[in-house]
């Protein structure tokens, strides 16, 4: 069974930083694309990044390029979100969620941004 | 980017009585590859986002047949047949043709 564990959400400042991961079992982690999804009641559903499988290529969204930073642990089984330069519309609860299909999606972790 | 559009946003509905609601991207989600990329997700209260349907037209493992997909091009549809309590929740599109800059619908919210 596929299972996606988010963790590392919680309350920052404005222009802090924060890394977010994704435990991941129950299918070869290394082989498929992973990508990081946020949802706020505003906004709805937003693509922030994705990495692709076995050569790792990155992609983010124009919201987060140059602050966000996806990269991910074969050997952990995980997968990272690092945020910087963190501003109050990133606040949002972030999912993780696997494959170019998105057939499976963590629980979620949520990031506050506020001062 | 393409833009997914989905009406109703609000759908009340009657227990046992069938529901449909709609979908509309900005750009054909008609893949190089032949397919097309437009996935269905049910979202309950307090819950993730769970994949009910891929490519158009297919039921992820343990959905319900009552759930039906279908469309092509740039209008799709997602049907239940005969609503359940459980059904309560919010439904999104997903266009993935584009990977990997997924969009998503607003998301209908499904009522009794």
């Known amino acids: 069974e596929v299972q996606l564990l988010e963790s590392g959400g919680g309350l920052i400042q404005p222009g802090g930083s924060l890394r977010l991961s994704c435990a991941a079992s129950g299918f070869s982690f290394s082989t498929y694309a992973m990508s990081w999804v946020r949802q706020t009641p505003g906004k709805g559903l937003e693509w922030v990044s994705s990495i692709s499988g076995r050569d790792n290529i990155t992609y983010y969204a124009d919201s987060v390029k140059g602050r966000f930073t996806i990269s991910r642990d074969i050997s952990k089984n995980t997968l990272y979100l690092q945020m910087s330069s963190l501003r109050v519309e990133d606040t949002a609860l972030y999912y993780c969620?696997?494959?170019?299909?998105?057939?499976?999606w963590g629980q979620g972790t949520l990031v506050t941004v506020s001062s | 980017d393409v833009v997914m559009t989905q009406s109703p946003l609000s759908l009340p509905v009657t227990l046992g009585q069938p529901a449909s609601f709609s979908c509309r991207s900005s750009?054909?989600?008609?893949?190089?590859?032949?397919?097309?990329?437009l996935s269905w997700f049910q979202q309950r209260p307090g819950q993730s986002p769970r994949r009910l349907i891929y490519k158009v037209s297919n039921r992820d493992s343990g959905v319900p047949d009552r759930f039906s997909g279908s469309g092509s091009g740039t209008d799709f549809t997602l049907k239940i047949s005969r609503v359940e309590a459980e059904d309560v929740g919010l439904y999104y599109c997903m266009q993935g043709t584009y990977w990997p800059l997924w969009t998503f619908g607003q998301g209908t919210k499904v009522e009794i």
């Open positions: 750009q054909s989600l008609v893949h190089s590859d032949g397919n097309t990329y």
């Open positions: 969620a696997k494959g170019r299909t998105s057939d499976s």
